[in-house]
């Protein structure tokens, strides 16, 4: 990576992170699902872009893709706590939310499809696309507004994930560069070093206990430490990976060049989008 490339992702960093922890830190949680639904609709967006050649088909995929990640979010008597509602109403809500997100997920870009095929060759694949980037991308990232809506400390949570995912990376990428040259996964992912992989569990775990330490050490446990950052680090390695899979497959380097010395903004979440769910069930199970 070259000086000027370090000092793009240094400069984006400076300016993100402040406005992101300030977001994530009021008190509030809808503030955190704007900056998350923009998130996905942005990741959404790029990952359109590459797999769906008709300009039309994105647009599409982004208005159901955002009407799934909403459903997810506000269909729950927790998000629409200044409605009035009986307690029987707000279980069934809470068990029917979810299940509406999926079904928008999948019923209308089957619809769609269905009555605009276009090319019918190619109609399964790119309704394939667009379901699995409406499920990988927009119900995922909004794991983590459900993190800051339903969790004790969320925005502590909710930070912990990004830093697992972020100083992971950081741990990787220096590992990688002066510890070792053995070849990962060269056939997704040439760059990726055993090495590298090492230095991001070992970054990960420490960004974990840090957080433990500093903010969450009324909250979690050594045990919930270890729970949360080795599967969390591994998660967040797998989903770098499967994202690096989707753009050797379609032939692009970077998902897109949203942020200057990041890529695109999927580029920056791929792995947030593996470890948010897990932190997101483990804590709400556990804790």
């Not at 208005?63 to 799934?68: L, N």
Request: hydrophobic share 55%; glycine share 10%; with cysteine.
């Amino acid at each position: 990576m070259a000086l000027g490339n370090l000092a793009s992702r240094a400069l984006v960093a400076v300016v993100a992170v402040p406005v992101v922890l300030l977001i994530l830190h009021l008190d509030q949680p809808e503030p955190t699902f704007v900056l998350m639904f923009v998130a996905s609709l942005l990741a959404m967006r790029e990952l359109f872009g590459m797999t769906l050649p008709d300009p039309r088909d994105r647009v599409a995929g982004l208005i159901m893709g955002g009407a799934s990640a909403a459903a997810l979010y506000w269909l729950s008597p927790v998000a629409l706590h200044w409605v009035e509602m009986d307690h029987a109403t707000g279980e069934r809500l809470l068990l029917a939310g979810p299940l509406v997100a999926v079904m928008l997920a999948v019923i209308p870009p089957g619809l769609y499809y269905l009555f605009r095929f276009g090319d019918i060759d190619t109609s399964a694949q790119r309704a394939a696309y667009t379901i699995m980037g409406i499920v990988y991308v927009g119900l995922t990232c909004t794991c983590l507004s459900l993190c800051k809506r339903d969790l004790p400390k969320g925005s502590d949570f909710v930070a912990l994930i990004l830093l697992i995912a972020w100083v992971g990376d950081t741990g990787a990428y220096f590992a990688g560069r002066f510890l070792g040259n053995a070849k990962l996964y060269p056939a997704v992912s040439p760059k990726k070093t055993w090495a590298g992989a090492i230095g991001g569990l070992a970054g990960s775990t420490a960004a974990v206990v840090v957080m433990k330490l500093a903010f969450l050490d009324d909250v979690l446990s050594w045990f919930d430490v270890v729970a949360i950052a080795i599967p969390g680090a591994i998660l967040g390695q797998l989903g770098d990976l499967f994202e690096s899979l989707l753009k050797r497959s379609v032939g692009v380097k970077d998902s897109g060049s949203l942020l200057p010395g990041h890529g695109g903004m999927l580029d920056r979440i791929d792995a947030v989008l593996f470890i948010g769910p897990y932190v997101y069930l483990y804590v709400l199970i556990t804790l």
